[in-house]
């Protein structure tokens, strides 16, 4: 256990997390662990608890911020290095500038056949021209299928259900992939826009 500080705890912050572990048993023994919980969307999620800093390990980080402890496990340290908790009208808020990995772009679609080729350069497309411009709205897209000369994509996260979602394909994803791609000439959108699931083909070209 060290004192170095990987998160940055603003007055209000720290008054809330005071506020709140008063009503924990023995407050005066209790730190707040700080882990990611999770990925939603492009942003990690989060879990705060009550715990003693006994529990730490070796390796876990134990920083001081006036009266409160914070514990983050080590496994957690390199998603959290250069983050910051706040508290103001929308709750507890964590500012990080890390965030998850993009997965390629299909990876979780087993039944595209990764030695095509045109399948291939879809997916490069995506993973790094797509997926990185849209991921500031929290949205990605992903390829579903092809068949003839046409490209079928799910939009998801900020895209799906985004009445804009049609522009985008038509005007962004569809001319970045009939660019780089010229066995491909027209792009659809499997994704149900209204409800969320059930995706339903769709054309949202011409």
């Given at each position: 256990?060290?004192d170095?500080?990987?998160?940055?705890?603003?007055?209000?912050?720290r008054?809330?997390?005071?506020e709140?572990r008063?009503?924990?048993?023995?407050?005066?023994t209790?730190?707040?662990w700080v882990?990611?919980s999770?990925i939603?969307?492009?942003?990690f999620?989060?879990?705060?608890?009550?715990?003693?800093?006994?529990?730490?390990g070796s390796?876990d980080?134990?920083?001081h911020h006036?009266?409160i402890?914070?514990?983050?496990?080590?496994e957690?340290i390199?998603n959290l290095?250069?983050?910051s908790l706040?508290?103001?009208?929308?709750?507890m808020?964590?500012?990080?500038p890390?965030?998850?990995?993009?997965?390629?772009a299909?990876a979780?679609l087993?039944?595209l056949?990764l030695d095509?080729?045109?399948?291939?350069k879809?997916?490069d497309?995506l993973?790094?021209?797509?997926?990185p411009a849209?991921?500031?709205?929290?949205?990605?897209a992903d390829l579903?299928a092809?068949?003839?000369?046409?490209?079928?994509?799910?939009?998801?996260?900020?895209?799906?259900g985004c009445g804009?979602?049609?522009?985008?394909l038509?005007?962004?994803?569809e001319?970045?992939?009939?660019e780089?791609v010229p066995?491909?000439?027209?792009?659809a959108?499997?994704?149900?826009?209204?409800?969320g699931?059930?995706p339903y083909f769709a054309?949202?070209?011409?």
């Amino acid at each position: 256990m060290t004192d170095t500080q990987i998160l940055t705890v603003t007055p209000s912050a720290r008054e809330k997390i005071l506020e709140v572990r008063a009503s924990e048993p023995s407050p005066e023994t209790q730190a707040m662990w700080v882990e990611v919980s999770g990925i939603s969307g492009t942003a990690f999620t989060y879990d705060m608890y009550f715990r003693t800093t006994d529990d730490a390990g070796s390796e876990d980080i134990v920083e001081h911020h006036g009266d409160i402890a914070i514990v983050i496990p080590v496994e957690h340290i390199e998603n959290l290095t250069g983050a910051s908790l706040d508290f103001g009208p929308a709750g507890m808020v964590m500012q990080n500038p890390n965030s998850p990995a993009l997965r390629p772009a299909g990876a979780d679609l087993p039944g595209l056949d990764l030695d095509n080729p045109v399948v291939v350069k879809i997916l490069d497309v995506l993973e790094t021209s797509v997926n990185p411009a849209i991921a500031s709205h929290g949205g990605r897209a992903d390829l579903v299928a092809i068949e003839s000369d046409v490209a079928y994509l799910r939009l998801s996260g900020g895209c799906q259900g985004c009445g804009m979602a049609a522009a985008t394909l038509r005007e962004g994803i569809e001319v970045a992939i009939l660019e780089a791609v010229p066995e491909i000439t027209r792009v659809a959108d499997v994704t149900d826009h209204a409800s969320g699931s059930n995706p339903y083909f769709a054309d949202a070209g011409h």
